[in-house]
């Protein structure tokens, strides 16, 4: 059983090196995006995500073949992987128009000889496989469970840890629409030692979604309760969310690191697929008030830290932003707060930038063309400055808090200087 994987992005990318490795299986691998093909011939990973460029140069040409067009990564291949985006419609509403594309265009190529399964690992809304892509396949003259087969696999990596999050998965998630798939993945995903859970294929979407959109409430609850103690000095926020983490309930895992506030969720998935559960409860009548709120608060929390940044320096003075990724460990700066608080700074009538981060600076200047200054170094950026907006808690950031004695700083990561727990002297026993 040779493996198509279709969109070579973080998803299809680890997805494709992930199942060479741990199936030992030949895999083919297509994305439209020339570009993207040549680098990845060329042994270049054009984003940060650790281990996976050794791994491309393993693989490349053995376990994994960068394929130059559709029809040759699908001639031998009787399962495909579809790891294209799902970005939002400008309604907020998932946009699957690369999914639907990428699936018409192989339907012509597969093979005649065997029985295919496609596989869709891109996030997509409740019942997407049961309303739009099983009754695509029927209009082009392929009943499911006759001549293909059709399941939905989420795929719960984090960027920054998507190899180690591919090949340790908690679970893998599989709504099969028919037997023969189901079978065939549940044999594809043995080598993983995880527990592989069967459900039906609106049950996997569905739990994807629900997945992101309770990362994303309870980011939005820190930041919610963040702001209600913010205007009283006694309270401590930063102690206040680590004594949350401190019930044994939340401890392992990573999750009390959504349990923190900061200044607004981003990056590719919590928006989007927080905003698409959303559209989805508009349309079947159902509008859910939580994730609204959810939504609304992350809006109001970028635009409360840039109004802190210009209430404590005034519009005049001379900003540095620190931190420009949507998280620490990422390059990746799709819907990165930063973005959202460096319009709000320019809109607040803040002229005077200049941004600094370890890593993600090319790739911000490319896609957002704000008329700032870059620094290429933390002192750089801290050279001649007002105030230092901290937005992404980096670790050098944390690891260099003496370069921050002479600048005032608003620590929107509440990461800086964190106290201990200490009592008040009154109150210790003697
Ligand atoms: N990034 C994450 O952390 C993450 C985690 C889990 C799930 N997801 C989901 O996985 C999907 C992919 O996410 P990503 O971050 O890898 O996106 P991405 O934008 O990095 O990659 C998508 C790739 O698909 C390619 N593509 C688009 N149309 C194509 C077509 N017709 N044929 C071949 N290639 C095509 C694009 O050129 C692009 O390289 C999304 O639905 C996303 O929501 C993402």
Redesign the pocket.
């Known amino acids: 059983m040779m493996i198509a994987v ?8 680890t997805t494709a090196l992930g199942l060479a490795t741990q199936t030992g299986r030949l895999v083919y691998a ?4 020339a570009n ?1 093909r040549a680098k990845l011939k060329s042994g270049e990973v054009p ?1 940060h995500e650790p281990g996976l460029k050794d791994k491309l140069h393993e693989l490349l040409g053995s376990g994994l073949i960068i394929c130059d067009t ?1 029809a040759e990564a699908l001639e031998h291949t009787s399962i495909i992987f579809y ?5 939002s419609r400008p309604d907020g509403a998932a946009d699957l128009d ?2 639907t ?2 699936i018409r ?1 192989s339907l012509p190529l597969l093979r005649k000889d065997s029985y295919c399964t496609l596989v869709i ?4 809304p409740p019942m997407t496989t049961t309303d739009v892509l099983a009754p695509l396949l029927k209009n082009s003259g392929h009943m499911v469970g006759e001549s293909v087969g059709l399941a939905h696999n ?6 920054g840890r ?1 190899w180690q999050d591919f090949i340790h998965p908690d679970r893998i998630v599989i709504g099969a629409c028919d037997a023969y798939s189901m079978r065939q993945l549940e044999q594809l995903y043995e080598p993983f030692g995880a527990p592989v859970l069967a459900v039906s294929p609106g049950t996997a979407e569905f739990t ?1 979604m629900a997945s992101n959109a309770l990362l994303a409430t309870m980011i939005s609850f820190s930041n919610e309760l963040a702001a209600l103690a913010e205007g009283s000095p006694e309270i401590d926020i930063s102690q206040a969310f680590r004594l949350l983490h401190a019930d044994g309930r939340w401890q392992g895992g990573g999750m009390a690191s959504y349990v923190y506030p900061g200044c607004g969720f981003g ?3 919590l928006p ?2 927080t905003l698409s559960l959303y559209r989805y409860s508009q349309k079947i009548g159902r509008e859910s008030t939580l994730l609204g709120g959810v939504l609304a608060v992350n809006v109001r929390t970028k635009r409360a830290f840039a109004e802190r940044v210009v209430a404590a320096a005034g519009p005049k003075s001379k900003v540095a932003v620190l931190g420009l990724a949507f998280k620490p460990g990422s390059d ?1 700066v799709r819907e990165t707060p930063a973005a959202d608080i460096i319009t709000h700074l320019l809109e607040l009538g803040v002229t005077d930038i200049v941004a600094y981060d370890p890593l993600a600076i090319s790739r911000f200047r490319d896609v957002y063309g704000f008329p700032i200054r870059y620094a290429h170094s933390l002192e750089e950026a801290l050279e001649g400055r007002d105030l230092a907006a901290l937005v992404t808690a980096w670790p050098e950031f944390t690891a260099r808090q003496l370069l921050f004695e002479r600048v005032q700083v608003i620590d929107g990561r509440y990461c800086l200087g964190k106290r201990e727990f200490v009592l008040p002297t009154q109150l210790r026993r003697s």
């Open positions: 279709i969109g070579l992005g973080f998803v299809g990318l297509y994305d439209s995006n993207l984003f559709l790891c294209v985006g799902t970005p690369a999914l594309g990428a265009q690992k891109s996030t997509v989420p795929e719960f990596l984090r960027e998507a994807k990056g590719y998935c989007k697929d990746d």
